[in-house]
Structures are given as structure tokens and as C-alpha cells.
């Protein structure tokens, strides 16, 4: 009954809102509206694979203009983090998993006068591999079903429900099916609606797979359109394929995907492909790049990054970026950052920051030049400034643009 009442609170609608389209391209500006608030997009979600972000706490992702980070659903699934109660020292710890953890913090199951909860914004999490969990830090492999996962998740706003081809890298082509009929990734989509319980507190993604087969790809497309589902990810490519075929996959999807619906674009996180999937018509995405990188010495800036353990920052007392507003920027100079990533890991946490900023100004800067009519302008603007001369714009990035109509000469 409780959660029957805390369904019929939610109010029934549209997952996104577009509130501005480009006139040349595909690219669009609006919200998501989920249950844990609303979201700008188009929105790239930092990656907290067990909860939270490398490098940066929830609080200082919120300060940052953060309003949504993706979780991983086997993580939380298989991390013991506290157990369920006081056991006898002959009876065996059933440990709360990470899943459980999150969902108590959701919940506000906290005690009298405790922490509240660190993060407040909507939580989303990736998709669950259609097969048991076999983790090597548990004795007892857990089962990926649909109700398990249901079970897993039951707090976060957005989910991912489908599985791509097993045993195939995603930049090879699936191999053929053993017979006709229904691909694997619509009847697990199709096991994930039958179980899915509160349609209006979880917004359910159907990922469409194909790998770079133009044929099933289309061919998932077509089957997952004729499922009620309030939004699509395109799944299956940022894997290490060419660009070429990776930008013809992705306007591929986003043509035969719902106007009406949100287009998640799953593991991109490069800034020119983040900028051209845009214009593709791409509304969100994830990466762990910006946060990786940073544990790497390298900082994000317009013009490409910067490797701060390079001998040549020694003596550089400017910022990273001089036109970057966030803490870190404001408060340390390259030449300080150099000397501590040779000691302190310190350094490894300012650059996240930095790097997450870098990113959430990318996408926030182009959905306001989607919103001011501009958005062709932006993307001629990014490429001069990240590549300088037209020459040594990625060939790929040109022919996507031109696709969409964004000439760039």
C-alpha cells in the first residue's frame, strides 16, 4: 500500500521535455523529468560505478551543477557494504549489497539525528548482463533476472533493461541467430516490462543493440519502437570501433527512435563525440573518461588536455584553464599540480574536479546554444579552437556534421 501511495503522488507524463530544436541539425534542448527532479539535457552523467564518482564526493558533484550519475548494477549488486543484523557468531553474515545500501539512503532510512542522505539528485544505473553475476570477491554467483534486478533498483529513476549479444565485442557484427524470430535483446526487454512494477517511480530504457550491422540494427529498432518504454539507449558501440561506423550506427538509431522520447547514447565521452552525437540527436551520456583521466595527470581544457606530470608545468603558474571558473582552477596553478601528482594524491582529486567541470560546461554550453538558435555556430567554434586549423579536423567529425547539415567550411 505504501508504495502504491508514493506511486500515485508522481505525477503521470512525458519523460522529456524538448523545449528548443536546432533548424539544421538534429540537436535538441529540454528535461528530463524524473522523480527525484528534473534534468537539463543534453546531460552527460559522471560515473559512480558503486555509488559515487572517483575522486569527488556527491557534495561536490552537486556544487559542480551535477543532477544525475549513473551507477552499475552488478557493482552495487555483488559489494557487501554492512550486514543486515547482529548474528550469532555461528550464524553467517548475509551482508546488505550496495543495491540495498542505496535504496535505504533513498529512502531516508536513517536514524535520528544521522548524516542525510549525500545525494539528493536523481540516480540512474547501467544495464545487468542477461546471465548470473559470477563475481570473484563472492562464493554465491547472483542470478540476473528481470525481478533481481527490479529487486536490485528499486529507488534509482532510470534504468537500463536490456543485454547486448554475449561474447561478442561491440565493434564486431553479432554473429547470425541459430533461427528466426525475436532478437535476444527485445525478450529480455520483453522479460524486463513483464516485471517491471512501478512504471511511474523507475523509468524503464530499452538499450538497442546490432552491433554495426545496419540490418539488425534496424531491425531491433524496429521491435523495440513497438514497446511502451519511455526511453531508448543506444547501446553496443563507443568500444572501440572506427568513427566512421560509429557516427552511421548513431544517426542510424536516432532517425528510427521516437521523437518524443529521450536518446541515451551509453559509454561516450570524448568532447568531439560527445559534440557531434548531439547533433546526431543524442540527449545523454556517460562515460568514465573525465574521471579516469584525471587519475592519469591529465586535465581536460579546450584545446585538447593537458599531461601535468610533464616536466615543462614546473615552473607554469597559471591555471589549467584561465577561463575555467571551477576550484580547482581557482585555486592551484599548473605548477602545483605537477609538484603534488608526484607525492600527493591530493592532485588526483583536484584534477577530477576539474575534468567534471570541464565536462558539465561542455554540455551546458551547447544545450544554451541549442536554446539561443546557435547551436551550428557552437560546434564550428569548438572544432577551431580544440583542433586550430581545418586541416586537422577529424574526418570522420566533418562527414557526421555534413550528414546533419552543419557545413564546417
Known amino acids: 500500500e505504501g508504495e502504491a501511495e508514493r506511486d500515485a503522488e508522481l505525477e503521470p507524463g512525458p519523460l522529456l521535455r524538448v523545449a528548443a530544436r536546432c533548424a539544421q541539425s538534429r540537436a535538441r534542448a529540454g528535461e528530463l523529468r524524473l522523480p527525484h527532479g528534473t534534468v537539463p539535457c543534453p546531460v552527460f552523467m559522471p560515473v559512480g560505478t558503486r555509488g559515487t564518482a572517483k575522486g569527488v564526493t556527491a557534495a ?25 543484523e547482529t548474528p550469532t557468531l555461528r550464524t553467517p553474515v548475509r551482508p546488505l549489497w550496495g543495491h540495498a545500501l542505496l535504496n535505504h539512503t533513498h529512502h531516508g532510512d536513517t536514524p535520528p539525528g544521522g548524516p542525510s542522505p549525500p545525494w539528493e539528485a536523481p540516480p540512474t544505473t547501467d544495464p545487468s548482463l542477461g546471465k548470473p553475476w559470477a563475481a570473484h570477491h563472492q562464493d554465491t554467483p547472483l542470478e540476473a533476472t528481470p525481478p533481481s534486478i527490479r529487486e536490485a533498483t528499486p529507488t534509482v529513476d532510470h534504468a537500463q533493461c536490456s543485454s547486448a549479444p554475449r561474447g561478442t565485442p561491440p565493434w564486431e557484427t553479432p554473429p547470425p541467430r541459430p533461427h528466426p524470430g525475436i532478437p535476444p535483446s527485445v525478450r529480455w526487454l520483453d522479460r524486463c516490462l513483464a516485471a517491471h512494477r512501478h512504471p511511474r517511480r523507475q523509468h524503464l530504457f530499452a538499450i538497442v543493440q546490432g552491433g554495426l550491422d545496419p540490418a539488425l540494427r534496424a531491425e531491433c529498432l524496429d521491435e523495440m519502437t513497438r514497446r511502451d518504454v519511455p526511453g531508448f539507449a543506444i547501446g553496443g558501440l563507443s ?11 548513431v544517426k542510424l538509431s536516432t532517425e528510427r527512435l521516437p521523437p518524443d522520447k529521450p536518446r541515451y547514447l551509453m559509454g561516450v565521452g570524448y568532447d568531439t563525440d560527445l559534440v557531434v552525437s548531439v547533433a546526431l540527436g543524442c540527449d545523454m551520456f556517460d562515460c568514465v573518461f573525465p574521471t579516469r583521466t584525471a587519475r592519469f595527470g591529465s ?30 582552477c581557482r585555486g592551484y596553478s599548473r605548477a602545483f599540480l605537477h609538484a603534488l601528482l608526484r607525492s600527493e594524491p591530493a592532485a588526483l582529486h583536484h584534477l577530477t574536479v576539474h575534468n567534471v567541470a570541464y565536462q558539465l560546461g561542455l554540455m551546458r554550453s551547447m544545450r544554451e546554444s541549442i536554446l539561443g538558435g546557435r547551436f551550428p555556430a557552437f560546434v564550428r567554434d569548438f572544432l577551431r579552437v580544440r583542433y586550430g586549423a581545418r586541416h586537422r579536423y577529424p574526418a570522420w567529425a566533418v562527414e557526421a556534421l555534413a550528414a546533419v547539415h552543419i557545413p564546417l567550411d
Open 60 to 84: 561536490q558533484l552537486a556544487a559542480l551543477g551535477c543532477r544525475i550519475c549513473l551507477g552499475n548494477t552488478y557493482h552495487l549488486g555483488t559489494r557487501p557494504t554492512l550486514p543486515r
Open 239 to 249: 568500444g572501440g570501433e572506427e568513427k566512421g561506423q560509429f557516427w552511421r550506427m
Open 299 to 328: 586535465a581536460l581544457v579546450p584545446w585538447g588536455s593537458l599531461s601535468l606530470r610533464n616536466q615543462q608545468f614546473a615552473r607554469d603558474f597559471r591555471p589549467i584553464d584561465e577561463d575555467c571558473g571551477c576550484p580547482t
